[in-house]
Protein backbone atom coordinates (compact mmCIF):
# COMPACT_ATOMS: atom_id res chain seq x y z
CA UNK A 1 0.00 0.00 0.00
CA UNK A 2 1.62 2.94 -1.00
CA UNK A 3 2.31 5.85 1.92
CA UNK A 4 0.59 9.19 1.90
CA UNK A 5 2.93 12.34 1.37
CA UNK A 6 3.41 13.08 5.09
CA UNK A 7 4.20 9.85 5.98
CA UNK A 8 6.73 9.35 3.26
CA UNK A 9 8.61 12.55 4.46
CA UNK A 10 10.74 10.41 6.72
CA UNK A 11 12.02 7.48 4.59
CA UNK A 12 12.92 10.49 1.97
CA UNK A 13 15.43 12.17 3.78
CA UNK A 14 18.53 11.26 1.39
CA UNK A 15 16.65 13.16 -1.52
CA UNK A 16 15.71 15.92 0.93
CA UNK A 17 19.32 16.30 2.39
CA UNK A 18 20.51 16.90 -1.38
CA UNK A 19 18.11 19.73 -1.71
CA UNK A 20 18.62 21.23 1.20
CA UNK A 21 22.33 21.23 -0.22
CA UNK A 22 21.53 22.84 -3.59
CA UNK A 23 19.77 25.50 -2.02
CA UNK A 24 22.56 26.32 0.65
CA UNK A 25 24.52 26.51 -2.33
CA UNK A 26 22.42 29.15 -3.87
CA UNK A 27 22.53 31.13 -0.82
CA UNK A 28 26.28 30.91 -0.53
CA UNK A 29 26.46 31.91 -4.37
CA UNK A 30 24.12 34.94 -3.65
CA UNK A 31 25.30 36.00 -0.47
CA UNK A 32 29.00 34.79 -0.34
CA UNK A 33 32.22 37.39 -1.55
CA UNK A 34 34.66 34.88 -3.52
CA UNK A 35 32.76 33.02 -6.26
CA UNK A 36 36.45 31.08 -6.66
CA UNK A 37 36.82 29.75 -2.92
CA UNK A 38 36.42 25.62 -2.34
CA UNK A 39 33.50 26.49 0.46
CA UNK A 40 30.96 25.27 -1.62
CA UNK A 41 32.97 22.09 -2.64
CA UNK A 42 33.05 21.23 1.22
CA UNK A 43 29.58 22.09 1.34
CA UNK A 44 28.49 19.77 -1.25
CA UNK A 45 30.81 17.40 -0.28
CA UNK A 46 29.31 17.42 3.16
CA UNK A 47 25.63 17.48 1.63
CA UNK A 48 26.55 14.53 -0.55
CA UNK A 49 28.18 12.62 2.16
CA UNK A 50 25.34 13.47 4.87
CA UNK A 51 23.12 11.88 1.97
CA UNK A 52 25.22 8.58 1.12
CA UNK A 53 24.81 8.45 5.46
CA UNK A 54 21.07 8.61 5.44
CA UNK A 55 20.55 6.17 2.36
CA UNK A 56 23.05 3.54 4.15
CA UNK A 57 20.42 3.98 7.47
CA UNK A 58 17.48 3.72 5.51
CA UNK A 59 15.65 0.81 6.24
CA UNK A 60 14.70 -0.76 2.74
CA UNK A 61 13.49 -4.06 4.38
CA UNK A 62 10.08 -4.34 3.88
CA UNK A 63 10.41 -2.59 0.41
CA UNK A 64 7.46 1.01 0.68
CA UNK A 65 5.29 2.99 -1.87
CA UNK A 66 5.92 6.33 -1.30
CA UNK A 67 4.34 9.26 -2.21
CA UNK A 68 0.93 8.26 -3.31
CA UNK A 69 2.84 5.81 -5.69
CA UNK A 70 5.32 7.98 -7.43
CA UNK A 71 8.90 6.39 -6.28
CA UNK A 72 9.68 3.05 -4.60
CA UNK A 73 12.11 2.24 -1.53
CA UNK A 74 13.49 -0.43 -1.99
CA UNK A 75 17.07 -2.36 -1.90
CA UNK A 76 17.20 -1.41 -5.45
CA UNK A 77 16.81 2.38 -5.20
CA UNK A 78 18.71 1.83 -2.14
CA UNK A 79 21.54 0.47 -4.32
CA UNK A 80 21.97 3.24 -6.59
CA UNK A 81 21.49 5.90 -4.66
CA UNK A 82 24.47 4.81 -2.43
CA UNK A 83 26.25 4.23 -5.95
CA UNK A 84 25.31 7.46 -7.47
CA UNK A 85 26.12 9.42 -4.45
CA UNK A 86 29.49 7.39 -4.00
CA UNK A 87 30.26 9.02 -7.87
CA UNK A 88 28.98 12.33 -6.97
CA UNK A 89 31.79 12.78 -4.06
CA UNK A 90 35.05 11.14 -6.34
CA UNK A 91 34.09 13.99 -8.71
CA UNK A 92 33.73 16.42 -6.16
CA UNK A 93 37.18 15.63 -5.15
CA UNK A 94 38.54 15.44 -8.73
CA UNK A 95 36.40 18.86 -9.49
CA UNK A 96 38.58 20.47 -6.69
CA UNK A 97 41.79 19.38 -8.29
CA UNK A 98 40.78 20.22 -11.73
CA UNK A 99 42.72 22.97 -13.37
CA UNK A 100 40.12 23.40 -15.88
CA UNK A 101 37.53 24.56 -13.72
CA UNK A 102 39.78 26.05 -11.35
CA UNK A 103 38.80 30.10 -11.70
CA UNK A 104 35.22 29.06 -13.07
CA UNK A 105 32.30 29.93 -10.50
CA UNK A 106 32.34 26.88 -7.94
CA UNK A 107 28.89 27.49 -6.13
CA UNK A 108 26.86 27.20 -9.74
CA UNK A 109 29.21 24.32 -10.74
CA UNK A 110 27.89 22.20 -7.72
CA UNK A 111 24.45 23.01 -7.89
CA UNK A 112 24.54 21.70 -11.34
CA UNK A 113 26.26 18.37 -9.89
CA UNK A 114 23.98 17.82 -7.26
CA UNK A 115 21.11 18.17 -9.18
CA UNK A 116 22.26 15.67 -11.50
CA UNK A 117 22.50 13.63 -8.23
CA UNK A 118 19.07 14.26 -7.03
CA UNK A 119 17.44 13.22 -10.67
CA UNK A 120 19.59 9.95 -10.09
CA UNK A 121 18.29 8.94 -7.13
CA UNK A 122 14.63 10.01 -8.53
CA UNK A 123 15.16 8.06 -11.48
CA UNK A 124 16.56 4.84 -9.76
CA UNK A 125 13.08 5.08 -7.38
CA UNK A 126 10.58 6.42 -10.20
CA UNK A 127 7.59 4.19 -10.08
CA UNK A 128 5.44 6.10 -12.19
CA UNK A 129 5.26 7.19 -15.51
CA UNK A 130 4.82 11.19 -14.66
CA UNK A 131 7.92 10.49 -11.94
CA UNK A 132 10.09 8.57 -14.42
CA UNK A 133 10.41 11.19 -17.35
CA UNK A 134 10.35 14.19 -14.69
CA UNK A 135 13.46 12.55 -13.10
CA UNK A 136 14.77 11.48 -16.37
CA UNK A 137 15.18 15.49 -17.32
CA UNK A 138 16.27 16.23 -13.94
CA UNK A 139 19.15 14.39 -14.80
CA UNK A 140 19.19 15.17 -18.17
CA UNK A 141 18.76 19.49 -18.19
CA UNK A 142 21.96 19.96 -15.72
CA UNK A 143 23.64 17.26 -17.66
CA UNK A 144 23.64 20.03 -20.66
CA UNK A 145 24.86 22.78 -18.92
CA UNK A 146 27.77 20.99 -17.13
CA UNK A 147 28.82 19.56 -20.37
CA UNK A 148 28.97 23.42 -21.61
CA UNK A 149 30.42 24.58 -18.76
CA UNK A 150 34.00 25.87 -19.98
CA UNK A 151 31.82 28.56 -21.51
CA UNK A 152 35.50 30.23 -23.63
CA UNK A 153 35.72 27.00 -25.03
CA UNK A 154 34.34 25.79 -28.96
CA UNK A 155 34.62 22.12 -27.91
CA UNK A 156 32.76 22.61 -24.63
CA UNK A 157 29.45 24.25 -26.97
CA UNK A 158 29.77 21.97 -29.09
CA UNK A 159 29.38 19.03 -26.61
CA UNK A 160 26.32 21.17 -24.98
CA UNK A 161 24.43 21.68 -27.71
CA UNK A 162 24.80 17.99 -28.93
CA UNK A 163 24.20 16.95 -25.71
CA UNK A 164 20.51 19.19 -25.96
CA UNK A 165 19.61 18.22 -29.72
CA UNK A 166 20.57 14.39 -29.45
CA UNK A 167 18.52 14.38 -25.20
CA UNK A 168 15.22 16.39 -26.52
CA UNK A 169 14.77 14.05 -29.52
CA UNK A 170 15.34 10.89 -27.28
CA UNK A 171 13.42 11.98 -24.85
CA UNK A 172 10.73 13.13 -27.06
CA UNK A 173 10.60 9.64 -28.25
CA UNK A 174 10.43 8.27 -24.77
CA UNK A 175 7.76 10.33 -24.20
CA UNK A 176 5.38 9.11 -26.84
CA UNK A 177 6.12 5.76 -26.07
CA UNK A 178 5.06 6.48 -22.93
CA UNK A 179 1.71 7.72 -24.37
CA UNK A 180 0.92 4.89 -25.79
CA UNK A 181 2.03 2.72 -23.21
CA UNK A 182 -0.83 5.10 -20.99
CA UNK A 183 -3.28 4.89 -23.91
CA UNK A 184 -2.87 0.99 -23.78
CA UNK A 185 -3.57 0.77 -20.14
CA UNK A 186 -5.09 3.87 -18.38
CA UNK A 187 -2.28 4.17 -15.69
CA UNK A 188 0.49 5.62 -15.21
CA UNK A 189 2.02 3.48 -12.19
CA UNK A 190 4.37 0.93 -13.90
CA UNK A 191 3.35 -2.06 -11.64
CA UNK A 192 -0.23 -1.64 -12.45
CA UNK A 193 0.58 -1.17 -16.69
CA UNK A 194 2.47 -4.84 -15.81
CA UNK A 195 -0.73 -5.83 -14.88
CA UNK A 196 -3.17 -4.57 -17.29
CA UNK A 197 -0.80 -5.99 -20.21
CA UNK A 198 -0.42 -9.45 -19.20
CA UNK A 199 -4.19 -9.78 -20.13
CA UNK A 200 -4.48 -8.01 -23.12
CA UNK A 201 -3.07 -9.45 -26.51
CA UNK A 202 -2.13 -5.74 -28.34
CA UNK A 203 1.19 -7.05 -29.62
CA UNK A 204 2.05 -4.39 -32.33
CA UNK A 205 1.28 -1.46 -30.53
CA UNK A 206 3.01 -2.73 -27.20
CA UNK A 207 6.17 -3.51 -29.34
CA UNK A 208 6.04 -0.12 -30.62
CA UNK A 209 5.61 1.66 -27.35
CA UNK A 210 8.63 -0.90 -25.65
CA UNK A 211 10.99 0.45 -28.69
CA UNK A 212 10.51 3.93 -27.94
CA UNK A 213 10.93 3.54 -24.33
CA UNK A 214 13.81 2.26 -25.46
CA UNK A 215 14.77 5.35 -27.11
CA UNK A 216 15.02 7.47 -24.19
CA UNK A 217 16.87 4.85 -21.92
CA UNK A 218 18.92 3.62 -24.65
CA UNK A 219 20.27 7.32 -25.01
CA UNK A 220 20.78 7.68 -21.15
CA UNK A 221 23.14 4.42 -20.81
CA UNK A 222 24.87 5.18 -24.17
CA UNK A 223 23.52 2.29 -26.01
CA UNK A 224 24.14 1.97 -29.76
CA UNK A 225 22.32 3.14 -32.11
CA UNK A 226 21.52 5.82 -29.53
CA UNK A 227 25.37 6.28 -28.59
CA UNK A 228 26.35 9.43 -31.11
CA UNK A 229 26.21 12.20 -28.54
CA UNK A 230 28.30 10.40 -26.42
CA UNK A 231 32.03 10.87 -27.91
CA UNK A 232 31.80 14.63 -28.79
CA UNK A 233 30.27 15.02 -25.50
CA UNK A 234 32.85 13.38 -23.57
CA UNK A 235 35.67 15.24 -25.63
CA UNK A 236 34.34 18.41 -25.26
CA UNK A 237 32.97 18.41 -21.81
CA UNK A 238 35.35 19.50 -18.91
CA UNK A 239 37.21 16.18 -17.46
CA UNK A 240 35.53 15.70 -14.19
CA UNK A 241 32.15 16.01 -15.53
CA UNK A 242 32.98 13.21 -18.47
CA UNK A 243 34.20 11.50 -15.66
CA UNK A 244 30.56 11.85 -14.06
CA UNK A 245 28.75 11.55 -17.30
CA UNK A 246 30.62 8.20 -17.60
CA UNK A 247 29.44 6.60 -14.20
CA UNK A 248 26.56 8.44 -12.71
CA UNK A 249 23.86 9.08 -15.51
CA UNK A 250 24.61 5.65 -16.82
CA UNK A 251 24.13 4.15 -13.82
CA UNK A 252 21.15 5.18 -13.05
CA UNK A 253 19.73 4.89 -16.87
CA UNK A 254 20.47 1.19 -16.02
CA UNK A 255 18.47 1.55 -12.57
CA UNK A 256 15.47 2.41 -14.66
CA UNK A 257 15.93 0.33 -17.66
CA UNK A 258 15.87 -2.57 -15.81
CA UNK A 259 12.82 -1.40 -12.79
CA UNK A 260 10.99 -0.61 -16.56
CA UNK A 261 10.96 -3.71 -18.21
CA UNK A 262 11.37 -6.24 -15.90
CA UNK A 263 8.12 -4.30 -13.93
CA UNK A 264 5.93 -3.80 -16.52
CA UNK A 265 7.43 -6.45 -18.47
CA UNK A 266 7.81 -9.25 -16.83
CA UNK A 267 6.42 -10.79 -13.28
CA UNK A 268 9.37 -10.84 -10.76
CA UNK A 269 9.02 -13.66 -8.60
CA UNK A 270 9.90 -13.05 -5.32
CA UNK A 271 11.65 -16.37 -4.68
CA UNK A 272 14.67 -15.19 -6.76
CA UNK A 273 14.16 -18.00 -9.24
CA UNK A 274 13.76 -16.51 -13.18
CA UNK A 275 11.22 -13.79 -13.83
CA UNK A 276 8.95 -14.74 -16.40
CA UNK A 277 7.67 -12.72 -19.33
CA UNK A 278 3.91 -11.79 -19.05
CA UNK A 279 3.75 -9.91 -21.90
CA UNK A 280 3.53 -10.50 -25.59
CA UNK A 281 6.68 -8.35 -26.40
CA UNK A 282 10.17 -10.54 -26.42
CA UNK A 283 12.27 -7.57 -25.81
CA UNK A 284 14.86 -9.51 -24.38
CA UNK A 285 15.86 -10.91 -27.98
CA UNK A 286 15.53 -6.98 -28.83
CA UNK A 287 18.18 -6.10 -26.15
CA UNK A 288 20.87 -8.82 -26.82
CA UNK A 289 20.67 -7.50 -30.36
CA UNK A 290 21.82 -3.75 -28.76
CA UNK A 291 23.97 -5.59 -26.31
CA UNK A 292 26.53 -6.83 -29.13
CA UNK A 293 25.96 -4.18 -31.30
CA UNK A 294 26.87 -1.53 -28.84
CA UNK A 295 29.78 -3.41 -27.29
CA UNK A 296 31.87 -4.16 -31.30
CA UNK A 297 30.64 -0.46 -32.08
CA UNK A 298 32.27 0.38 -29.40
CA UNK A 299 35.48 -1.39 -29.18
CA UNK A 300 35.76 -1.61 -33.23
CA UNK A 301 35.80 2.47 -33.02
CA UNK A 302 37.69 3.20 -29.80
CA UNK A 303 40.78 0.78 -31.34
CA UNK A 304 41.63 4.80 -33.85
CA UNK A 305 41.15 7.35 -31.41
CA UNK A 306 43.72 9.52 -30.71
CA UNK A 307 42.50 11.53 -27.65
CA UNK A 308 42.18 9.78 -24.18
CA UNK A 309 39.05 10.97 -23.65
CA UNK A 310 37.25 9.98 -26.73
CA UNK A 311 38.88 6.76 -26.48
CA UNK A 312 37.36 6.37 -23.07
CA UNK A 313 34.07 7.32 -24.18
CA UNK A 314 34.02 4.72 -26.39
CA UNK A 315 35.36 2.43 -24.34
CA UNK A 316 32.51 3.41 -21.80
CA UNK A 317 30.09 2.73 -24.74
CA UNK A 318 31.89 -0.93 -24.83
CA UNK A 319 31.04 -1.06 -21.27
CA UNK A 320 27.32 -0.63 -21.15
CA UNK A 321 27.12 -3.27 -23.89
CA UNK A 322 29.10 -5.89 -21.63
CA UNK A 323 26.26 -4.76 -18.61
CA UNK A 324 23.14 -5.31 -20.88
CA UNK A 325 24.09 -8.58 -21.13
CA UNK A 326 23.30 -9.04 -17.69
CA UNK A 327 19.47 -7.46 -18.76
CA UNK A 328 18.70 -9.92 -21.16
CA UNK A 329 18.54 -12.81 -19.24
CA UNK A 330 15.63 -12.65 -17.58
CA UNK A 331 17.18 -13.92 -14.22
CA UNK A 332 17.96 -11.94 -10.79
CA UNK A 333 21.63 -13.58 -11.02
CA UNK A 334 21.79 -11.49 -14.40
CA UNK A 335 20.48 -7.81 -12.65
CA UNK A 336 23.07 -8.82 -9.67
CA UNK A 337 26.32 -9.42 -12.85
CA UNK A 338 25.04 -5.90 -13.88
CA UNK A 339 24.91 -3.90 -10.09
CA UNK A 340 28.17 -5.66 -9.21
CA UNK A 341 29.80 -4.91 -12.47
CA UNK A 342 28.96 -1.02 -11.91
CA UNK A 343 30.50 -1.65 -8.56
CA UNK A 344 33.74 -2.13 -10.23
CA UNK A 345 33.36 0.27 -13.44
CA UNK A 346 32.59 2.96 -10.71
CA UNK A 347 36.15 2.39 -9.51
CA UNK A 348 38.42 1.70 -12.54
CA UNK A 349 36.72 4.19 -14.94
CA UNK A 350 36.70 6.98 -12.56
CA UNK A 351 40.34 6.14 -11.67
CA UNK A 352 41.15 6.57 -15.39
CA UNK A 353 39.70 9.70 -15.76
CA UNK A 354 41.38 10.85 -12.78
CA UNK A 355 44.85 10.14 -14.13
CA UNK A 356 43.58 12.00 -17.27
CA UNK A 357 42.80 14.94 -15.24
CA UNK A 358 46.23 15.03 -13.74
CA UNK A 359 47.99 14.38 -16.63
CA UNK A 360 46.13 17.49 -18.21
CA UNK A 361 46.74 19.43 -15.53
CA UNK A 362 50.62 19.25 -15.68
CA UNK A 363 50.73 19.07 -19.62
CA UNK A 364 47.34 21.39 -21.07
CA UNK A 365 47.02 17.76 -23.31
CA UNK A 366 44.97 15.21 -24.06
CA UNK A 367 46.47 13.42 -26.50
CA UNK A 368 47.78 9.76 -26.26
CA UNK A 369 50.76 10.94 -27.74
CA UNK A 370 51.73 13.05 -24.87
CA UNK A 371 51.61 10.06 -22.64
CA UNK A 372 54.98 9.00 -24.10
CA UNK A 373 57.40 8.28 -21.40
CA UNK A 374 54.76 8.95 -18.29
CA UNK A 375 55.87 5.83 -16.96
CA UNK A 376 59.48 7.71 -16.07
CA UNK A 377 57.67 11.28 -15.91
CA UNK A 378 54.98 10.07 -13.73
CA UNK A 379 55.40 6.55 -12.51
CA UNK A 380 53.03 7.12 -9.82
CA UNK A 381 50.04 8.18 -11.93
CA UNK A 382 51.45 6.08 -14.79
CA UNK A 383 51.18 2.54 -12.88
CA UNK A 384 47.68 3.70 -11.40
CA UNK A 385 46.27 4.09 -15.04
CA UNK A 386 48.14 1.03 -15.94
CA UNK A 387 45.77 -1.19 -13.22
CA UNK A 388 42.75 0.91 -14.22
CA UNK A 389 43.10 0.34 -18.10
CA UNK A 390 43.79 -3.64 -17.32
CA UNK A 391 41.30 -3.73 -14.64
CA UNK A 392 38.78 -2.57 -17.37
CA UNK A 393 40.09 -4.69 -19.95
CA UNK A 394 38.98 -7.51 -17.84
CA UNK A 395 42.66 -9.05 -17.00
CA UNK A 396 43.07 -11.09 -13.68
CA UNK A 397 44.03 -10.78 -11.01
CA UNK A 398 41.90 -6.97 -11.50
CA UNK A 399 38.10 -6.59 -10.21
CA UNK A 400 36.88 -5.58 -14.20
CA UNK A 401 37.61 -9.57 -14.43
CA UNK A 402 35.43 -10.92 -11.97
CA UNK A 403 32.68 -8.38 -13.08
CA UNK A 404 33.18 -10.09 -16.37
CA UNK A 405 33.06 -13.27 -15.26
CA UNK A 406 29.43 -13.14 -13.69
CA UNK A 407 28.02 -11.26 -16.65
CA UNK A 408 29.44 -14.05 -18.99
CA UNK A 409 28.58 -17.06 -15.94
CA UNK A 410 24.84 -16.45 -16.40
CA UNK A 411 24.83 -15.76 -20.25
CA UNK A 412 26.33 -19.31 -20.74
CA UNK A 413 24.13 -21.02 -18.15
CA UNK A 414 20.91 -19.38 -19.76
CA UNK A 415 21.99 -20.60 -23.19
CA UNK A 416 22.73 -17.51 -25.35
CA UNK A 417 26.11 -18.88 -26.70
CA UNK A 418 25.91 -16.42 -29.07
CA UNK A 419 26.35 -13.08 -27.18
CA UNK A 420 28.64 -14.54 -25.10
CA UNK A 421 31.14 -15.30 -27.89
CA UNK A 422 30.76 -11.98 -29.08
CA UNK A 423 31.59 -10.84 -25.85
CA UNK A 424 34.39 -12.45 -25.60
CA UNK A 425 35.58 -11.56 -29.07
CA UNK A 426 35.35 -7.85 -27.97
CA UNK A 427 37.37 -8.29 -25.35
CA UNK A 428 39.96 -9.27 -27.12
CA UNK A 429 39.92 -6.10 -29.24
CA UNK A 430 39.92 -4.14 -26.09
CA UNK A 431 42.65 -5.37 -24.32
CA UNK A 432 44.41 -3.97 -28.27
CA UNK A 433 43.68 -0.61 -27.41
CA UNK A 434 44.01 0.05 -23.47
CA UNK A 435 47.27 -1.87 -23.44
CA UNK A 436 48.45 0.81 -26.48
CA UNK A 437 48.13 3.62 -23.93
CA UNK A 438 50.37 1.46 -21.11
CA UNK A 439 52.99 0.49 -24.32
CA UNK A 440 53.05 4.38 -24.79
CA UNK A 441 53.47 5.06 -21.27
CA UNK A 442 56.33 3.09 -20.65
CA UNK A 443 57.97 2.07 -23.76
CA UNK A 444 58.09 5.57 -25.53
CA UNK A 445 60.79 8.40 -25.09
CA UNK A 446 59.05 11.04 -23.93
CA UNK A 447 59.16 14.67 -26.02
CA UNK A 448 59.96 16.19 -22.75
CA UNK A 449 61.81 14.83 -20.14
CA UNK A 450 60.94 17.03 -16.70
CA UNK A 451 58.92 15.12 -14.26
CA UNK A 452 55.25 15.68 -13.31
CA UNK A 453 54.05 16.51 -9.74
CA UNK A 454 51.18 14.84 -8.73
CA UNK A 455 50.43 16.48 -5.01
CA UNK A 456 50.26 14.55 -2.49
CA UNK A 457 46.24 14.76 -2.13
CA UNK A 458 45.70 12.95 -5.95
CA UNK A 459 48.00 10.61 -4.88
CA UNK A 460 46.00 9.56 -1.85
CA UNK A 461 42.81 9.81 -3.52
CA UNK A 462 44.23 7.53 -6.99
CA UNK A 463 45.07 5.05 -3.86
CA UNK A 464 41.62 4.97 -2.95
CA UNK A 465 40.05 4.57 -5.92
CA UNK A 466 42.80 1.72 -6.98
CA UNK A 467 42.67 0.11 -3.73
CA UNK A 468 39.11 -1.83 -4.73
CA UNK A 469 40.02 -1.91 -8.20
CA UNK A 470 42.56 -4.45 -7.25
CA UNK A 471 40.70 -5.47 -3.72
CA UNK A 472 37.43 -6.80 -5.72
CA UNK A 473 39.50 -8.86 -7.84
CA UNK A 474 39.92 -10.95 -4.97
CA UNK A 475 37.63 -10.28 -2.53
CA UNK A 476 34.79 -9.58 -3.75
CA UNK A 477 32.19 -11.59 -1.94
CA UNK A 478 30.62 -8.60 0.50
CA UNK A 479 30.13 -6.83 -2.57
CA UNK A 480 28.63 -9.22 -4.34
CA UNK A 481 26.50 -10.10 -1.64
CA UNK A 482 25.33 -6.78 -1.23
CA UNK A 483 24.30 -6.76 -4.77
CA UNK A 484 22.45 -10.28 -4.43
CA UNK A 485 20.25 -8.32 -1.67
CA UNK A 486 19.58 -5.37 -3.67
CA UNK A 487 18.15 -7.21 -6.71
CA UNK A 488 14.51 -7.46 -5.39
CA UNK A 489 12.27 -4.83 -6.96
CA UNK A 490 9.62 -3.70 -5.12
CA UNK A 491 6.62 -5.15 -6.52
CA UNK A 492 3.03 -4.13 -5.11
CA UNK B 1 -4.38 -7.52 -35.12
CA UNK B 2 -3.64 -6.02 -38.57
CA UNK B 3 -7.25 -5.23 -39.37
CA UNK B 4 -7.34 -3.31 -36.46
CA UNK B 5 -4.90 -1.15 -38.17
CA UNK B 6 -6.91 -0.66 -41.51
CA UNK B 7 -8.91 1.86 -40.07
CA UNK B 8 -5.77 3.76 -40.09
CA UNK B 9 -5.10 2.78 -43.78
CA UNK B 10 -8.27 4.43 -44.26
CA UNK B 11 -7.40 7.31 -42.44
CA UNK B 12 -4.21 7.86 -44.53
CA UNK B 13 -5.73 7.67 -47.85
CA UNK B 14 -9.25 9.37 -47.13
CA UNK B 15 -6.46 12.03 -45.65
CA UNK B 16 -4.42 12.09 -48.83
CA UNK B 17 -7.20 12.22 -50.96
CA UNK B 18 -9.14 15.65 -49.10
CA UNK B 19 -5.14 17.47 -49.28
CA UNK B 20 -5.52 16.41 -53.26
CA UNK B 21 -9.23 17.37 -53.82
CA UNK B 22 -9.15 20.45 -51.93
CA UNK B 23 -6.18 22.02 -53.84
CA UNK B 24 -7.23 20.68 -57.07
CA UNK B 25 -10.72 22.12 -57.12
CA UNK B 26 -8.87 25.86 -55.49
CA UNK B 27 -6.39 25.57 -58.24
CA UNK B 28 -9.20 25.07 -61.30
CA UNK B 29 -11.40 27.95 -59.92
CA UNK B 30 -8.84 30.52 -58.76
CA UNK B 31 -8.30 33.66 -60.66
CA UNK B 32 -4.78 34.07 -61.88
CA UNK B 33 -3.82 37.69 -62.28
CA UNK B 34 -0.52 37.96 -60.69
CA UNK B 35 0.99 41.30 -59.75
CA UNK B 36 4.08 42.33 -57.87
CA UNK B 37 1.89 43.30 -55.05
CA UNK B 38 0.09 39.41 -54.86
CA UNK B 39 2.82 38.11 -54.50
CA UNK B 40 4.47 39.65 -51.70
CA UNK B 41 4.28 38.23 -48.44
CA UNK B 42 1.63 40.22 -47.07
CA UNK B 43 -0.74 41.26 -49.58
CA UNK B 44 -2.19 44.02 -47.42
CA UNK B 45 0.21 44.37 -44.77
CA UNK B 46 3.62 46.32 -44.10
CA UNK B 47 6.12 45.28 -46.65
CA UNK B 48 8.63 42.94 -45.59
CA UNK B 49 12.20 44.22 -46.14
CA UNK B 50 15.62 42.91 -44.98
CA UNK B 51 16.30 39.30 -44.01
CA UNK B 52 14.70 37.54 -40.71
CA UNK B 53 17.85 35.84 -40.08
CA UNK B 54 19.04 38.43 -37.62
CA UNK B 55 20.43 37.63 -34.36
CA UNK B 56 18.57 39.81 -31.97
CA UNK B 57 19.52 40.32 -27.79
CA UNK B 58 19.80 37.31 -26.08
CA UNK B 59 18.30 39.13 -23.04
CA UNK B 60 15.45 38.08 -24.31
CA UNK B 61 15.52 34.20 -23.69
CA UNK B 62 17.56 35.32 -20.49
CA UNK B 63 14.11 37.34 -19.26
CA UNK B 64 12.07 34.58 -21.05
CA UNK B 65 13.30 31.83 -18.55
CA UNK B 66 13.45 34.02 -15.54
CA UNK B 67 9.80 34.42 -16.40
CA UNK B 68 9.44 30.93 -15.80
CA UNK B 69 10.15 31.54 -12.35
CA UNK B 70 6.70 33.31 -11.78
CA UNK B 71 4.71 31.78 -14.61
CA UNK B 72 5.23 28.31 -12.33
CA UNK B 73 4.38 30.19 -8.74
CA UNK B 74 1.38 31.55 -10.20
CA UNK B 75 0.34 28.01 -12.43
CA UNK B 76 0.09 26.36 -9.01
CA UNK B 77 -0.79 28.70 -6.05
CA UNK B 78 -4.23 29.63 -8.31
CA UNK B 79 -5.41 26.09 -7.60
CA UNK B 80 -4.01 26.16 -4.16
CA UNK B 81 -5.38 29.40 -3.42
CA UNK B 82 -8.74 28.48 -4.75
CA UNK B 83 -9.22 25.39 -2.04
CA UNK B 84 -7.11 26.84 0.27
CA UNK B 85 -9.35 26.88 3.18
CA UNK B 86 -10.68 23.38 2.81
CA UNK B 87 -6.23 22.57 2.79
CA UNK B 88 -5.54 24.06 6.30
CA UNK B 89 -2.42 24.46 7.91
CA UNK B 90 -0.35 21.75 6.29
CA UNK B 91 -1.02 23.19 3.01
CA UNK B 92 -0.20 26.71 3.92
CA UNK B 93 3.21 24.62 4.96
CA UNK B 94 4.01 23.20 1.56
CA UNK B 95 3.15 26.46 -0.47
CA UNK B 96 5.61 27.92 1.76
CA UNK B 97 8.13 25.93 1.00
CA UNK B 98 7.78 25.99 -2.78
CA UNK B 99 7.89 29.58 -2.40
CA UNK B 100 10.91 29.49 -0.83
CA UNK B 101 12.75 27.65 -3.43
CA UNK B 102 11.37 29.61 -6.39
CA UNK B 103 12.70 32.83 -4.20
CA UNK B 104 15.99 31.35 -4.44
CA UNK B 105 16.26 31.08 -7.83
CA UNK B 106 14.91 34.93 -8.17
CA UNK B 107 17.61 35.80 -5.37
CA UNK B 108 20.08 34.10 -7.78
CA UNK B 109 19.12 36.10 -11.14
CA UNK B 110 18.69 39.21 -9.37
CA UNK B 111 22.12 39.07 -7.60
CA UNK B 112 23.64 38.19 -10.96
CA UNK B 113 22.16 41.33 -12.49
CA UNK B 114 20.12 39.41 -15.10
CA UNK B 115 16.20 41.45 -14.05
CA UNK B 116 18.13 44.51 -14.76
CA UNK B 117 17.56 45.10 -19.73
CA UNK B 118 21.46 46.83 -19.13
CA UNK B 119 23.44 44.95 -17.43
CA UNK B 120 25.33 46.14 -14.46
CA UNK B 121 29.24 45.65 -15.02
CA UNK B 122 30.42 42.88 -12.64
CA UNK B 123 33.09 43.07 -10.00
CA UNK B 124 34.69 40.06 -11.93
CA UNK B 125 34.97 41.00 -15.51
CA UNK B 126 37.24 38.56 -16.52
CA UNK B 127 33.92 36.29 -16.87
CA UNK B 128 33.23 38.93 -19.27
CA UNK B 129 33.85 38.99 -23.50
CA UNK B 130 36.22 36.62 -24.37
CA UNK B 131 37.68 33.57 -22.21
Not at chain 1, 254 to 273: E, I, N
Request: hydrophobic content about 55%; overall charge neutral; aromatic content about 12%.
Amino acid sequence: MPLGNLASVSRFLPELAVTATILLLVAVHVVGKNRQSSASALLSLAGVGAALLLTALQPSMPAVSLFEGMVALDGFAVFFKALTALATIVVIFMSMDSAELSGKSQAEYYVFLLSVLLGMFLLSSATDLVMLYLSLELVSIPSYLLAGYLKGRKSSNEASMKYVVYGATASGVMIYGFSLLYGLTGTTQIAEIGRALATGKAALPLFLAAVMVAVGFGYKIAAVPFHMWSPDVYEGAPTPVTAFLSVGPKAAGFAVLVRFFYTVFASPDGAGGPWTLSSPVDWTLLFAVLSAATMTVGNLVAVNQKNVKRLLAYSSIAHAGYMLMGFVLLTPAGIQAILFYLVVYLFMNLGAFYVVILVANGTRSEDISDYAGLGSRAPFAAVSLAIFLFALTGIPPFSGFIGKVYLFAEVINRGVYWLAVVAALNSVVSLYYYARIVKVMFLEEPAEKAELAVPAFPRALLCLLAVPTLLLGVYWEPVIRVAANSVRLLAF
Amino acid sequence: MLTEFATVLVFIVLGAVTVALMLGVSRLLQPRDQTAVKLSTYECGEVPFGSSWVQFNIRFYVIALIFIVFDVEVALLYPWAVIFQRLGLLAFVEALVFIVILMAGLAYVWKEGDLDWVRAMQENPAGKGGK
